[in-house]
């Protein structure tokens, strides 16, 4: 099976970004009760790719904690454009699709658009 992408949104918050991912929806049943990711997986891992003008950066590959966690990327430049892609990946399933890129711009004042 392949782990289809996470809901992700991403907000500004200065000079960093907030990624917010939801864990995509498992097809596995357990006594008619749909399963979670983190039902099935002991260990589940993300990877956000992050985009600008400099090119593609790979974050190093985090833990999830949860089926609906945030994580911060900061150190940024304000006023720039960024992109993040987050795939999520399983111990034993390697096969993902990554998340469509969403894009929002780091930004001094706390504005959505």
Same mark, same amino acid.
Do not use: M
């Given at each position: 099976? @392949?782990?289809? !992408?996470? +809901?992700?949104?991403?907000?500004?918050?200065?000079?960093?970004?907030?990624? =917010?991912?939801? &864990? !995509?929806? *498992?097809?596995? /049943? +357990?006594?008619?009760? &749909?399963?979670? &990711?983190?039902?099935?997986?002991?260990?589940?891992?993300?990877?956000?790719?992050?985009?600008?003008?400099?090119? +593609?950066?790979?974050?190093?590959?985090?833990?999830? !904690?949860?089926?609906?966690? *945030? =994580?911060?990327?900061?150190?940024?430049?304000?006023?720039?454009?960024?992109?993040?892609? @987050? +795939?999520?990946?399983?111990?034993?399933?390697?096969?993902? *699709?990554?998340?469509?890129?969403?894009? @929002? =711009?780091?930004?001094?004042?706390? /504005?959505?658009?």
């Amino acid at each position: 099976a @392949v782990l289809g !992408p996470p +809901e992700v949104n991403v907000t500004s918050c200065g000079n960093c970004i907030n990624v =917010t991912i939801k &864990l !995509p929806a *498992s097809h596995f /049943r +357990e006594k008619g009760k &749909l399963l979670s &990711l983190t039902d099935i997986y002991e260990d589940l891992y993300y990877n956000i790719t992050l985009k600008s003008l400099d090119g +593609e950066h790979k974050r190093p590959r985090q833990k999830i !904690p949860k089926e609906v966690f *945030s =994580t911060v990327i900061g150190d940024l430049y304000p006023s720039r454009n960024y992109c993040v892609s @987050v +795939e999520v990946t399983a111990s034993v399933n390697r096969h993902s *699709s990554p998340s469509p890129w969403q894009c @929002v =711009t780091a930004d001094s004042e706390a /504005r959505q658009g």
